[in-house]
């Protein structure tokens, strides 16, 4: 429940969802830039093919076509690059595009319907990478903070959205806005995880009509106030 553009939130308002302080800094060189996307790219492809725990660092420098030892430039080890990995795939799962709605024109309604569906359809895209995120925070707390710092980006945005509505009179101003996203967004996010991780069939649009109901029955859309 957002109106995504990528003009709409500023830089800052996003943390990485990779935990930084371990990475390395960015190469100088537009060589260096180059072959460092490489390997991400490569990584994602093999992650994504062989999982993260059968996934060998040979394999994914023979993706990349560059050796092991170029892949130790740019990274220390498989942990490394799937924080990298993941994130590059940030700005795709927090602004997965939409079209833009007037909101002088467009019904909060249409707005949370437009964005259920960027989000549902971003995930699928996206699915694997989500798998294995959830596969690697099983074992490893720094990959748990980094599925807590993903989830609580979606439900703080949507959480803005939605004091918005309550401020313009469009939505239960009784609701707290924080829990109330934090529930609403949680239950999008496993609606998208059962489809498209676990495979329960159900198409994009059945997702987007039952989420965007539940939305704006949930919050009470109504009229503007006078």
Same mark, same amino acid.
């Given at each position: 429940?957002?109106?995504?553009?990528?003009?709409?939130?500023?830089?800052?308002?996003?943390?990485?969802?990779? &935990?930084?302080?371990?990475?390395?800094? @960015?190469?100088?060189?537009?060589?260096?830039?180059?072959?460092?996307? !490489?390997?991400?790219?490569?990584?994602?492809?093999?992650?994504? +093919?062989?999982?993260?725990?059968?996934?060998?660092?040979?394999?994914?420098? !023979?993706?990349?076509?560059?050796?092991?030892?170029?892949? /130790?430039?740019?990274?220390?080890?498989?942990?490394?690059?799937?924080? $990298?990995? @993941?994130?590059?795939?940030?700005?795709?799962?927090?602004?997965?595009?939409?079209?833009?709605?007037?909101?002088?024109?467009?019904?909060?309604?249409?707005?949370?319907?437009?964005?259920?569906?960027?989000?549902?359809?971003? /995930?699928?895209?996206?699915?694997?990478?989500?798998?294995?995120?959830?596969? #690697?925070?099983?074992? &490893?707390?720094?990959?748990?903070?980094?599925?807590? +710092?993903?989830?609580?980006?979606?439900?703080?945005?949507?959480?803005?959205?939605?004091?918005?509505?309550?401020?313009?009179?469009?939505?239960?101003?009784?609701?707290?806005?924080?829990? $109330?996203?934090?529930?609403?967004?949680?239950?999008?996010?496993?609606?998208?995880?059962?489809?498209?991780?676990?495979?329960?069939?159900?198409?994009?649009?059945? @997702? #987007?009509?039952?989420?965007?109901?539940?939305?704006?029955?949930?919050?009470?859309?109504?009229?503007?106030?006078?």
């Amino acid at each position: 429940m957002t109106r995504t553009t990528r003009d709409d939130v500023a830089a800052g308002d996003i943390p990485s969802l990779a &935990d930084t302080s371990v990475l390395r800094d @960015l190469p100088s060189t537009a060589r260096g830039a180059r072959t460092r996307a !490489a390997l991400v790219a490569a990584a994602r492809t093999v992650f994504e +093919r062989d999982g993260y725990l059968e996934a060998r660092l040979s394999d994914i420098a !023979a993706e990349a076509k560059c050796s092991t030892g170029s892949f /130790y430039t740019y990274f220390a080890g498989k942990e490394e690059v799937l924080q $990298a990995v @993941l994130d590059l795939a940030r700005d795709e799962m927090l602004h997965p595009g939409m079209p833009r709605l007037d909101p002088d024109e467009a019904s909060p309604a249409a707005v949370i319907e437009a964005s259920n569906r960027a989000y549902f359809e971003a /995930y699928k895209r996206n699915a694997k990478l989500m798998a294995i995120l959830d596969q #690697v925070a099983t074992i &490893d707390p720094k990959f748990r903070a980094v599925r807590r +710092r993903r989830s609580r980006a979606f439900w703080e945005r949507n959480a803005r959205s939605l004091a918005e509505l309550q401020r313009r009179g469009l939505a239960d101003p009784e609701l707290d806005p924080r829990q $109330a996203a934090r529930a609403l967004s949680g239950m999008v996010s496993r609606m998208a995880y059962y489809a498209f991780v676990l495979g329960e069939e159900a198409s994009i649009d059945e @997702l #987007v009509r039952t989420a965007t109901r539940l939305w704006v029955n949930a919050v009470r859309i109504g009229p503007a106030a006078d």
